[in-house]
């Protein structure tokens, strides 16, 4: 819930990257846009359709971007990537926040160990755990995505999400795996 009392809802379409602009919704024309996008959920259930009825604010369509899996980059000195902007992946998986505080945890510790030097603090910090867990997570995220647009969808979803939450998360998961190879 937002300060005001409102509610936030977003809403994910599995379109072409081209369907904002060539669609025919009006997105300057909030309330015409929620009855266009009705017509995507027409199968839902009418309370989870309440949702978008009851949005009072701007609908603005937005891309959904990840990095590969596998992807690196070089190191730069003086330089590092932490939270959501070492991890660009889908919303999917919820694991965002939880990534970016162990990448602050890391980096604190990286920071401690090495003092002034920032080019080996840089260099701990970012050696393959910060990829690899990236990874974890991305692939995390493209499984729930999938399985949110799945023809089994609401089941698919409901299935992988079940699995997610009765177990650790992906940074539990890495730090266990991480303490059992030390």
């Known amino acids: 819930m937002l300060g005001d009392g409102g509610v936030c809802v977003y809403v994910t379409l599995r379109v072409p990257s081209s369907w904002p602009r060539h669609c025919g919704i009006d997105f300057n024309s909030p309330d015409e846009?929620?009855?266009?996008?009705l017509t995507h959920f027409g199968g839902w259930s009418e309370q989870l359709r309440e949702l978008i009825?009851?949005?009072?604010?701007?609908?603005?369509p937005r891309q959904v971007y990840h990095l590969p899996l596998g992807q690196k980059?070089?190191?730069?000195?003086?330089?590092t990537l932490v939270g959501d902007a070492a991890h660009v992946m889908s919303p999917f998986a919820g694991e965002g926040v939880n990534l970016g505080m162990l990448d602050a945890l890391e980096l604190a510790n990286a920071i401690i160990k090495h003092g002034p030097n920032i080019k080996g603090c840089l260099e701990e910090y970012e050696r393959d755990k910060l990829f690899e867990r990236s990874d974890a997570?991305?692939?995390l995220a493209r499984d729930c995505m999938h399985a949110a647009f799945d023809a089994r969808t609401p089941e698919s979803l409901a299935n992988i999400l079940f699995e997610t939450i009765s177990g650790p998360t992906v940074a539990e998961r890495f730090a266990e795996k991480e303490g059992k190879s030390s």
């Open 53 to 60: 009825k009851a949005g009072s604010g701007p609908i603005v």
């Open 137 to 139: 997570a991305n692939q």
């Open 33 to 37: 846009a929620r009855v266009d996008l």
């Open 73 to 79: 980059w070089k190191r730069r000195l003086g330089l």
